[in-house]
C-alpha cells in the first residue's frame, strides 16, 4: 500500500501585508518544493485545515479581543503593537492558521509525527497580538488537546530565534505544560516572561554553542516531565544571515538541530507536531531551504525509505471527538511513559534586556 504523508498547509497564509519582513510567500514557495523535489513527493498529501473554532480559540485568548478582531476595531496602538497591516484576511488567515496546527496536532497523534507548513505564533498573548503574531496557534493546539482528555501533559520546544513570550505567559502557572525556549537574549522581547525553561544565548553564539545547549538540556526534561506530546518551534531565524536575529547558526547547524529533536521525539516515543515559525533571512531562498530541511529530516526521521507506512499508529486504537469542532476524530495516547531518569533541567536565564531589530517570530 502506498504511503501517505499527511502535510498541513493552506493558501490563505499568503496574505498580502505589503513591502515587510516577514515573507507570507515562504509557505507556499516550501509547499511546491517539497512537491518537486523531496524524495518523499509522491507520498505527500496536502491537508487543509478549517478555522479554528470559536470554543477553542476562546479556551486561550479573550473574548474582547476576538471581537475586535472580528469586527475590525483594534485601535492604532493595538495595530502598531502587532507589527502588521490589519486585514479581515490577516484575521482569516490566523483562525486557518490555528486550526492548521489542531489539525497538525491530530496527525501527529495518529502518525507519529504531524507537520504544519505555518504556524507558530508564540508572541500572541490572551488580549492582545504582538510581534507579527495575532493569535498563538501554538498555545490553542495544546489546550484544546488538553482540555479534551487527548494528553495530560505536553511539552513545548521553542526553537525560534525569539522567546515565546505568550506562550510562557499563557502557560506560566500550568504544571501540565512544560514551555522550554531556547533564543539570542539580547534581542526582542524586551520583557520575556519567564518559560519553565529559558536559555538565552549571546550574540552570535555559534552551532556548537546552541547544539551543545540543546543536547545537554532537552534529554534531561523528558525523562523528568515525562511528556505525552511534544510541539516543536522550529523557526529558520537562528540563521547567520538573518536580517533581524543576531545569532549565528549554519544551515548543516540547524539541520542538526532538528534532527536532534525528532530523534528524542522517536527515542522517547512521543508524538511531534511540528511549526515552522520565524524565518527572515537576506535572501529568501535561505529561508525556504531552512525550513524545507525541517520538513524532510521529520520526515526522513518517521519515515524511513524501507517502511511501508499506513498512516495509523497501531496503539492508537480509540477515537474521540477532537475539541468539539472537528469533523475527523483524534486519538487516545497510551498510558505516560516510564522515561529513563529523574534528573532535572538546567540553568533558568536572565531577562528583560534591550531589543535589537524589528519585534518578529
Known amino acids: 500500500m502506498p504511503r501517505r504523508i499527511r502535510l498541513v498547509y493552506s493558501k490563505d497564509y499568503a496574505v498580502d501585508i505589503g513591502n515587510h519582513v516577514f515573507p507570507t510567500s515562504k509557505y507556499n514557495r516550501i509547499r511546491e518544493r517539497l512537491l518537486k523535489e523531496s524524495p518523499f513527493r509522491n507520498d505527500i498529501e496536502i491537508v487543509t485545515p478549517d478555522a479554528a473554532c470559536e470554543k477553542d480559540v476562546l479556551a486561550v485568548h479573550e473574548p474582547a479581543y476576538l471581537d475586535k478582531l472580528k469586527k475590525g476595531t483594534l485601535n492604532k496602538d493595538e495595530i502598531l503593537r502587532l507589527e502588521l497591516p490589519y486585514s479581515r484576511e490577516l484575521v482569516r488567515a490566523s483562525l486557518i492558521c490555528c486550526g492548521g496546527t489542531i489539525l497538525a496536532a491530530r496527525i501527529a497523534m495518529e502518525d507519529k509525527i504531524g507537520i504544519h507548513i505555518g504556524g507558530g505564533f508564540h508572541h500572541a498573548f490572551p488580549d492582545h497580538g504582538e510581534g507579527f503574531c495575532v493569535l498563538n496557534d501554538i498555545a490553542i493546539s495544546i489546550s484544546c488537546m488538553i482540555n479534551n482528555n487527548i494528553i495530560k501533559k505536553a511539552l513545548i520546544i521553542d526553537c525560534d530565534l525569539h522567546q515565546g513570550n505568550g506562550t510562557a505567559s499563557i502557560f506560566t502557572s500550568r504544571p501540565d505544560v512544560f514551555t522550554f525556549s531556547i533564543h539570542q537574549e539580547n534581542n526582542y522581547p524586551f520583557f520575556k516572561p519567564r518559560s519553565t525553561l529559558d536559555i538565552g544565548l549571546h550574540d552570535r553564539a555559534s552551532d556548537k554553542e546552541y547544539l551543545k545547549a540543546l543536547y545537554e538540556n532537552v534529554p534531561k526534561i523528558i525523562s523528568s516531565f515525562k511528556p505525552e506530546f511534544l510541539l516543536y518551534v522550529a523557526g529558520a531565524d537562528p540563521y547567520k544571515e538573518d536580517r533581524i536575529g543576531g545569532l549565528a547558526l549554519t544551515k548543516e547547524g540547524l539541520r542538526k538541530r532538528d534532527v536532534f529533536i525528532y530523534s528524542q521525539a522517536k527515542s522517547y516515543s512521543l508524538p511531534v507536531a511540528v511549526v515552522l515559525a520565524g524565518g527572515y533571512a537576506i535572501n529568501e531562498e535561505d529561508t525556504v531551504d531552512i525550513h524545507y530541511n525541517t520538513v524532510v529530516s521529520g520526515l526522513s526521521e ?27 476524530a483524534g486519538r487516545r495516547i497510551p498510558p505516560p511513559l516510564d522515561l529513563r531518569s529523574k534528573s532535572g533541567g538546567g540553568k533558568e536565564r536572565d531577562h528583560g534586556r534591550k531589543p535589537v531589530g524589528f519585534h518578529a517570530n
Open 302 to 328: 518517521f519515515y524511513p525509505p524501507s517502511q511501508n507506512t499506513t498512516g495509523v499508529s497501531p496503539w492508537m486504537n480509540a477515537t474521540r471527538c477532537f475539541g468539539g469542532c472537528h469533523a475527523e
